[in-house]
């Protein structure tokens, strides 16, 4: 070998360390963590999947671990499995699937293969179980099944043949004989047919009948469910004995082994056939041994005739059994081998374990299951070759670790169990971290060499060198230690090196787990020198390898001597340069001797050193055999192991079989000498057979030989023949059966003659042949019978031979076969048979082919007469029972067969009771049944009796019908509807009646209920809700399940009809039913029904139940309220009694609210006192006040509406003492007296009395009188220096006061200035003229000088000094308030005083703020103006819907936030506030612009709200979304697709019910409009529906044009510009012509009838009643009777009236109503919005037109829109005339003061056209109105949404909507105006262009605008109880209209036009009618018809109004 290879050798060593080293660090860097573990898995797949190709499968595979395992399939050879399109594929979450696929694409390799999963991850590999895949073609199989020959009495087995491609996957399920006979598998033992767990058909005891019988067998496919019959149909061929026949048992090679799964049901056959019948017995064998013992039958173990039948099968079940079948003639038995398998699972344990290096470790595999044939294990998905449970490693190495697992198989299935090994703590194998390095030096200093090594554990540390251990001594010293961090150091010193301690020096670090070792080189200069080399053994055929020790450096050469000859002497020797010496296939002649190295230097020094090679010698076997002929048994054989070649000592041992050959017997080994061992058999025997090895073994090796021993065996019988019989006609089989070696050969011989003897061989015909030893002889007959011999050779010996008697019988024969005979239950009878043939016969009795013993049943005898030509058998039968009807048959049985007769007895008896009972039909009062007709009894039924009862009777009170037998119908009449009731039936024959039938229960058909409900209460809730609460009606007059209930109210005392309210029923038992009936009037009696209904229909009216709503709050207040004084403190207060109809209660108490007039304002100063009586006496009141008070009457309600304030004055009094006083000296003798009025004047003073006296003496009191007005007085002629006392009163004319409080003051020449005046407030009204005094005394006259706010005063314009010191200030204002101080100043002393100037003014401009809104309230934030300085009183609140009038409320100053509530959801709003106190009303604030939230009805999906049938359709108005705003009704029309005209179906359906439109025609196209309500507006939607055919079905889609987008219109119209503008252009000058010519016509036609009305006021028009079409072109203005569309509970959406303003064209606008008293009409006020300059109140409605042009002073007013009164829609319309009046033409109308437009905001000039001043309807409530019967169907289509009236740009985009009539123009049609801003869109003027004239006569009240403070809606703080109550819903579909007035609001939700122009604000509850409280306006509707029907306001008073020419105020109109 060369150096290279040494090298590469070396290097490949280190890479390996390397690589250990690096898989330790890696180990040790990633130590065991409990979280990761190798894969297991979780759903592993089956053993077998078998499916069809039409399913397919699919196979899941699941697995844990962590990291997560990857699936892979794999083949059963461990590749991977790949995708087959189509066929096999591998889905993501690791399926292995197969598609369903065609036969044709059948593979056997996808379909037919054995599958297994692997789970890997990097801690190792699993595989799953093996995974039999077996895809099954659909293809066509038949079962057949063949004759089964039988001996007669002995029992059959018929089988049914599966061909074997199926017969894994189809199983029988039943058995079907000719005669209709079904046969199941079952428990049932007894009987004759019995269906045997795998499948075949057993027959007991079978007779000659059963030959007439034919057999098919049904099977199921598991795989595809299919069934069917076999194709063929199996019969008994039955033969008749003759003569004895001992037992044969026939297949018996198909019943040698049975294989069943665990707890199925299995049966053992023995099917052997013999005469007389055998008895079979079976054994089963102990395991392993020959005994056995009888078979212990029970409940799980039954035996059938010779066939043992073992239910739920256990493993312990196994083993041999032994059928042993014995006759009088002979036996037979025959052997079967049962394995009841148990499915396979496995378990290793531990599952899991953590083992140290070096550790042992052990997995147990435990497993269950039966049979196992292997136990194998695999490590990471590879074999590792044991095959014992227990897997025992000795030592863990680090390739050790992973999964294991353990496999159990059987030839069926497999399981596994994985465990997992892993590594314990840190696993580190050794790693050289520091080494010498090659070293070349000098002798003499020491050496030291150092290793460091590391691991886990610790290594060891240990040095060669040369390959040789070095030991410590003198020189040589070796130590280590383990540092800190784990490492090992290690050291060897050499002191003193010599030349001879070179060479190669290494140190090996060592551990349990690794070795690691470095070498290098110690050169040592010096003469060459060999160490000593041991003797070195070698075994011959290795391998030499050694190196020469060479020490010295340097050494030119080394080489190898061998007896003085330099190596290589041959090929086999090598020779290195290093002094390696290799020898290859070492010898022991040739290379055994000493071999010498020898090593030079360049100076030619050598050194020698020898080595002696022993080389060993292996044994070698000389090959031995027995022979190459096999050994017959007993022979003997010797055989001789001979060592031909070895070192002594040899071993030598003889194996057999692998095994020992000491446990045989037989064997004999003796040793000859060290080389030879003799094996010696003396007796040779047929287990000898088999392989002997002979091992030999030395120090060298072991080595084996091996020969086998084949022994010849003669034959030996397995099935010895024995005789049997046989019956005629029958197939015979005989079984021979031997073995032996070679195997014998079988053959049979028949004697000749009679006689055994001599025989001849077997001449083949058709039915005698010879198969495998078993002799066949097909329809045996006669000339079958004799000797035969059966004999088995095989060249060994003689052979075997035996002979058998095979015997052939006739059997006996009966003349008669079938009869039949009668007789009745419970009477004697008598059955014979007679059988013809050879004696004896024996015959016996079947019934229904089971054994009749007499003895088991002592009714049965049977007695025997024996004739001459045969037997006579009878059976006696003492009484007969129905089980005697039946099939009695006689077996006549001989000795050479069988035969049997059969009589079909038939025992009549009464019949068994009718079953199937069931229900045809029923209505509600009979019910039509059928049955199956039961058994008869063997006689004919001669009728049917149905009895009947109620289901909770008793069966003692029946009804019955009688039915003639031979029907299965009735009918079953005189029942109640929806009744249970119980029905059964008898039969009856001529014997006697059956039994009852099962009862079967039925509810008769329901109908309408005919009773009432019951316990009906009717109690108040509150003011205008009642609470009905009732009880079902009694049960039984249900008629059915209720569905619900009619609740009906309506006024007490009245003849109007009931509303009728829909209630679903209750199903809870005994809970009551309760209705809350809401919207009534208040404390008013209601009239209450109820009637329930079922799905039929309704029943009859309850009682009326009478109840009054609660009470409610007062309406009007106490009248004729009256106050008197009665004395200074008290006043005495009066009133009358409300109305009655106005208390809605009753007044338990009243209320009298007072306080000082100028503090009524503050609600917290006002006192209450209640008294009962009509009158009170108000005591502690203050004097000479002023006193306002209101009374309001109280009820159980509440408080009702507070009178109108009244005032009165309590007397006067002596007032109190003055305030202050002053005493100012003047001079030596005069003093000034000043003084304050008293604070409590209690009266007007009328006079000042001053006193005075001088102090200290006996003086008397001076007085002087002094007017009322002066505030001083001077007292003159005083002492000078002489104290004076002064005091002051106050008279009234009640007398003189209390006296004020002394002053002294002193006459004096020194006069200081003083001021006389008191410092005082003086309040000042705004724009009034104040003065405030400063009257000073002093000497020298004092200066006067004033302060204003701290500022020198400066006179001016406004104020000046007055002579006597006082301020004057002239027209004060806000600013003026404040501080004004007088200083008087001599030159003595100074004085001042301070007033304070409070100016009262109306209240500025509040701040408004929106806080908060709901869906019907507003919340705002009212804060005073900051510059406020009188006291404020309260707010009014203003506030207006969008299209709407004004309405107020009153805030208190209180109040931060106020709520305006019952506002309509969804509507804007506008609000503003303004302050007052006592001087007047304030500023307005700014408008706000809010609305309240909420939107119009969403349109629902159709399907979910229409629902069709063929007559009718089902709307579910549920469906349908408010949009937030309460749902108020529904308006329903519909029509035929094909028709125009709607037809209204109803205009109030409620929102929560559902709605059923009838009276539809089948199979017709319908378009349905629903108009959904709320108080945010309507939607309007169109469906199209087709009713169902009258069967149900649906029609075909009509073929209608599509519908076209705005989009597609306007590309259609853009693409045809050429067409359309020509068109347009056209039709425009047609327009302007038409136009021209009426207003051309109306100039001219001013004087030509009586009836126009003249207007003088430029260009004009008038309508001619005798021309209708001029009204059309003037457009539509309703009549005044015109109906809107119904709103129930809301006048919002009926009553759009919008008041409209014109830009420069203002107006005062009112409504007038000609229903009211045309004469004492009400004057309205203006809206409250102030007006500048008018700083005090509201400005009032102008009452005049403000044209005054010569000759207008009787014209109409422009823009107002008058209707006729007493005009009816049922009238002559053309006898009707409308007015309307336009603008004034000369276009200067000045605006209205006080009314800027409806919606302008205060202060806003009227005569300034602004958006805000206009009120027009929104596009989106422009609506089209089509009137077909009579105008009162309107429905409303929404337009996109709300935009500016004024663009007219956008008009067309829009729908515009007329009232088209379908009479023919009975009725206003044509193009109706559009209600919009007549200002801005100038195409529609002419709309408006002409007025209509007519003779009105009797001159009316004007209106003036809406909204007064004395006029308010309901719900206003100030007037909430004006108006009257909401009106009750409207009647249902069937209400009567000739009960209610037509107008009449409160009966009738359909609102006229006219009387929508009353004001009816958008205030309040919805619907409240808003009516003035004055009496002039209280004519009620009613009164207003008789007066129409009478014509009292007919054309006279229009005549007069003509003549006297009064004025008319223009009035607004509404657009709707």
Known sequence: MNMPNERLKWLTLYAAVALIVCGSQSLAANPPDADQKGPVFLKEPTNRIDFSNSTGAEIECKSSGNPMPEIIWIRSDGTAVGDVPGLRQISSDGKLVFPPFRAEDYRQEVHAQVYACLARNQFGSIISRDVHVRAVVSQHYEEDIHKAFVIRGNSAILKCDIPSFVADFVNVISWHSDEQENFYPGTEYDGKYLVLPSGELHIREVGPEDGYKSYQCRTKHRLTGETRLSATKGRLVITEPIGSVSPKITNSDDLKHVKVKRLLSLSLLCPAQAYPQPISRWYKFIEGTTRKQAVVLNDRVKQVSGTLIIKDAVVEDSGKYLCVVNNSVGGESVETVLTVTAPLSAKIDPPTQTVDFGRPAVFTCQYTGNPIKTVSWMKDGKAIGHSEPVLRIESVKKEDKGMYQCFVRNDQESAEASAELKLGGRFDPPVIRQAFQEETMEPGPSVFLKCVAGGNPTPEISWELDGKKIANNDRYQVGQYVTVNGDVVSYLNITSVHANDGGLYKCIAKSKVGVAEHSAKLNVYGLPYIRQMEKKAIVAGETLIVTCPVAGYPID????????????????????????????????????????????????????????????????????????????????????????????????????????????????????????????????????????????????????????????VPPRWILEPTDKAFAQGSDAKVECKADGF????????????????????????????????????????????????????????????????????????????????????????VLQCEAKGEKPIGILWNMNNMRLDPKNDNRYTIREEILSTGVMSSLSIKRTERSDSALFTCVATNAFGSDDASINMIVQEVPEMPYALKVLDKSGRSVQLSWAQPYDGNSPLDRYIIEFKRSRASWTEIDRVIVPGHTTEAQVQKLSPATTYNIRIVAENAIGTSQSSEAVTIITAEEAPSGKPQNIKVEPVNQTTMRVTWKPPPRTEWNGEILGYYVGYKLSNTNSSYVFETINFITEEG????????????????????????????????????????????????????CTTLTSQTIRVGWVSPPLESANGVIKTYKVVYAPSDEWYDETKRHYKKTASSDTVLHGLKKYTNYTMQVLATTAGGDGVRSVPIHCQTEPDVPEAPTD?????????????????????????????????????????????????????????????????????????????????????????QVPAKIASFDDTFT??????????????????????????????????????????SLLIKSVNRQDAGDYSCHAENSIAKDSITHKLIVLAPPQSPHVTLSATTTDALTVKLKPHEGDTAPLHGYTLHYKPEFGEWETSEVSVDSQKHNIEGLFCGSRYQVYATGFNNIGAGEASDILNTRTKGQKPKLPEKPRFIEVSSNSVSLHFKAWKDGGCPMSHFVVESKKRDQIEWNQISNNVKPDNNYVVLDLEPATWYNLRITAHNSAGFTVAEYDFATLTVTGGTIAPSRDLPELSAEDTIRIILSNLNLVVPVVAALLVIIIAIIVICILRSKGNHHKDDVVYNQTMGPGATLDKRRPDLRDELGYIAPPNRKLPPVPGSNYNTCDRIKRGRGGLRSNHSTWDPRRNPNLYEELKAPPVPMHGNHYGHAHGNAECHYRHPGMEDEICPYATFHLLGFREEMDPTKAMNFQTFPHQNGHAGPVPGHAGTMLPPGHPGHVHSRSGSQSMPRANRYQRKNSQGGQSSIYTPAPEYDDPANCAEEDQYRRYTRVNSQGGSLYSGPGPEYDDPANCAPEEDQYGSQYGGPYGQPYDHYGSRGSMGRRSIGSARNPGNGSPEPPPPPPRNHDMSNSSFND????????????????????????????????DQRTTEEMRKLIERNETGPKQLQLQQTNGAGFTAYDTMAV
């Open 1945 to 1976: 609001s409160k009966e009738s939700n359909e609102i006229s036009e006219a009387e929508c122009d009353r004001d009816h604000g958008p205030r309040g509850n919805y619907g409240a009618v808003k009516r003035s409280p004055q009496p002039k």
């Open 557 to 712: 050469s080394i080489v190898w001597e061998r007896d003085n000859r330099a190596l290589p002497i041959n090929r086999k020797q090598k020779v290195f340069p290093n002094g390696t010496l290799i020898i290859e296939n070492v010898e022991r002649n040739s290379d055994q001797a000493t071999y010498t190295c020898v090593a030079k230097n360049q100076e030619g020094y050598s050194a020698r050193g020898s080595l002696e090679v022993q080389v060993m010698v292996p044994p070698k076997i000389t090959p031995f055999t027995f022979g190459e002929d096999p050994t017959n048994v007993e022979d003997s054989v010797s055989v001789t192991c001979l060592i031909s070649s070895g070192d002594l000592p040899i071993d030598i041992e003889w194996l057999f079989n692998d095994y020992g050959i000491s446990s045989y017997s037989g064997m004999t080994v003796l040793r000859g000498g060290k080389r030879t061992s003799m094996l010696t058999i003396d007796n040779v025997h047929a287990s000898h057979a088999g392989k002997y090895s002979c091992r030999a073994k030395n120090h060298a090796a072991a080595v084996n030989y091996t020969t086998e021993l084949i022994v010849n």
């Open 1221 to 1309: 006083v002053k005493a100012l000296v003047m001079g030596n003798a005069a003093i000034l007296v000043s003084w304050r009025p008293p604070a409590q004047p209690n009266g007007i003073i009328t006079q000042y009395t001053v006193y005075s006296k001088a102090e200290g003496a006996e003086t008397e009191t001076k007085t002087q009188k002094v007017p009322h007005y002066q505030m001083s007085f001077e007292a003159t002629e005083l002492e000078k220096n002489k104290p004076y006392e002064f005091w002051v009163t106050a008279s009234t004319t009640i007398g003189e006061g209390q006296q004020s409080k002394s002053i002294v003051a002193m006459p004096s020449d």
């Open 1071 to 1122: 809970k009551e039913h309760n209705l809350e009936l809401q919207n009534l009037r208040v404390y008013t009696q209601y009239s209450v029904v109820i009637q329930a209904f079922n799905k039929i229909g309704a029943g009859p009216l309850s009682e009326e139940e009478k109840q009054f709503t609660a009470e409610g709050t007062p309406s009007q207040p106490p009248s004729d309220t009256a």
């Open 742 to 829: 070679p195997k014998p050969q079988v053959t049979w011989k028949k004697a000749v003659g009679d006689t055994p003897g001599e025989y001849k061989d077997l001449k083949k015909s058709d039915n005698i042949r010879v198969e495998e030893g078993t002799l066949h002889v097909d329809n045996i007959q006669k000339t079958n019978e004799g000797y035969y011999l059966c004999e088995a050779i095989n060249g060994i010996g003689s052979g075997l031979s035996a002979v058998i008697m095979i015997s052939v019988q006739a059997p006996p024969e009966f003349t008669e076969k079938l009869r039949n005979q009668t007789a009745r239950r419970g009477e004697p009878a």
């Open 1324 to 1365: 000042a009204t705004f724009k009034e003229d104040a003065k405030m005094p400063c009257l000073a005394v002093g000497a020298p006259q004092p200066e006067i000088t004033w302060k204003i706010k701290g500022v020198e005063f400066s006179a001016n314009d406004r104020m000046r000094l007055l002579p006597d010191g």
